[in-house]
């Protein structure tokens, strides 16, 4: 079993930076793919970043793309979400992921075995 415990959320405003941490437990995480989803109400899980289990290769939605870096310290067992410039529309709460198959980084929510409990991130304009 993997455990996976988020922070970082907040309120903030428009235009502000934020940063969300995950850390894992349970697993060797240098062989965990890891990925960063996002949920609003009434809405579908949808797939945010994803990191390689060595950092080197990344992956990211559209609508984060050049705002948002992904990263991970294997050391501390520990992913990052970098969020700059952010917009009302990133409102949502934000689940780390990861996935125990050594494949690719995969964006369906399904390609991914763990999640943590989310972290509620709020952008008020």
């Known amino acids: 079993q993997v455990q996976l415990v988020e922070s970082g959320g907040g309120l903030v405003q428009a235009g502000d930076s934020l940063t969300l941490s995950c850390v894992a437990s349970?697993?060797?995480?240098?062989?965990?793919?890891m990925a960063w989803f996002r949920q609003t109400p009434g809405k579908e899980r949808e797939f945010v970043s994803g990191?390689?289990?060595?950092?080197?290769?990344?992956l990211y939605a559209d609508s984060v793309k050049g705002r948002f870096t992904i990263s991970r310290d294997n050391a501390k067992n520990t992913v990052y979400l970098q969020m700059d410039n952010l917009k009302s529309e990133d409102t949502a709460v934000y689940f780390c992921?990861?996935?125990?198959?050594?494949?690719?980084?995969?964006?369906?929510?399904?390609?991914?075995?763990?999640w943590g409990q989310g972290t509620q991130v709020t952008v008020s304009s």
């Open positions: 349970g697993h060797t995480f240098s062989t965990l793919v």
């Open positions: 990191i390689s289990r060595s950092g080197v290769s990344t």
């Open positions: 992921a990861a996935d125990v198959t050594p494949v690719p980084i995969r964006t369906p929510t399904d390609g991914y075995d763990f």
